[in-house]
T-cell receptor
Framework: GAGVSQSPSNKVTEKGKDVELRCDPI?????LYWYRQSLGQGLEFLIY????????KSGLPSDRFSAERTGGSVSTLTIQRTQQEDSAVYLC????????????????????FGPGTRLTVL | ELKVEQNPLFLSMQEEKNYTIYCNYS?????LYWYRQDPGKSLESLFV?????AVKQEGRLMASLDTKARLSTLHITAAVHDLSATYFC??????????????FGTGTLLAVQP
């Protein structure tokens, strides 16, 4: 079956413009994650969606960043008033089960990653 | 706060020799992942380690987990060129919000020299 898809694969924008990045998770996966990969910061968690629960936004670096997940499937990450430090590869991942943790053993949820969107802010 | 340290950052390997990458993490975790990333590509899942003493092997790669020491190792046996890539370990927290995300190590760039 199809894996996680992301679009666009590359985006070049000017400082101050808004951008939208799209993620289409694996069909049936209830959990969706956004990560950012940059030279200076490595791989960082941004936001997590699980079903209809309130998203975990704890990784968003500023209020210029927001994300939505419509109908429990496709997600859009929006960056407003882009800055040069936003340049990075934005990776989306999805998984089939929730959480896990010692309080929820067996919540096995391997994350499958999409190809990423390379964002360059000039 | 869960932190993950990976070393070395760079590993220049000779073909047919053995090497190990180390991944240490700071707080309790209930699972650990190893991923491979080729240049310009996304992350490919290699192993998921779920319990203390877990060992998984695929080809020339073997991963193990010691939850008491909070340490995972990725062992490469008889390196070959097609193993050249960046390898990441990632840890999932065991409690609360830490269960919602992966915390990644810095990555280890492997380059196999002929």
């Amino acid at each position: 079956g199809a894996g996680v898809s992301q679009s666009p694969s590359n985006k070049v924008t000017e400082k101050g413009k808004d951008v939208e990045l799209r993620c289409d998770p694996i069909s049936g996966h209830t959990a969706l994650y956004w990560y950012r990969q940059s030279l200076g910061q490595g791989l960082e968690f941004l936001i997590y969606f699980q079903g209809n629960s309130a998203p975990d936004k704890s990784g968003l670096p500023s209020d210029r960043f927001s994300a939505e997940r419509t109908g429990g499937s496709v997600s859009t990450l929006t960056i407003q008033r882009t800055q040069q430090e936003d340049s990075a590869v934005y990776l989306c991942a999805s998984s089939s089960r929730r959480g896990g943790g010692l309080a929820n053993p067996g919540g096995y949820n391997e994350q499958f990653f999409g190809p990423g969107t390379r964002l360059t802010v000039l | 706060e869960l932190k993950v340290e990976q070393n070395p950052l760079f590993l220049s390997m000779q073909e047919e020799k053995n090497y190990t990458i180390y991944c240490n993490y700071s707080t309790t975790s209930d699972r650990l992942y190893w991923y491979r990333q080729d240049p310009g590509k996304s992350l490919e899942s290699l192993f998921v380690l779920l319990s203390n003493g877990a060992v998984k092997q695929e080809g020339r790669l073997m991963a193990s987990l010691d939850t008491k020491a909070r340490l995972s190792t990725l062992h490469i046996t008889a390196a070959v060129h097609d193993l050249s890539a960046t390898y990441f370990c990632a840890v999932k927290g065991a409690y609360g919000g830490a269960t919602n995300k992966l915390i990644f190590g810095t990555g280890t760039l492997l380059a196999v020299q002929p």
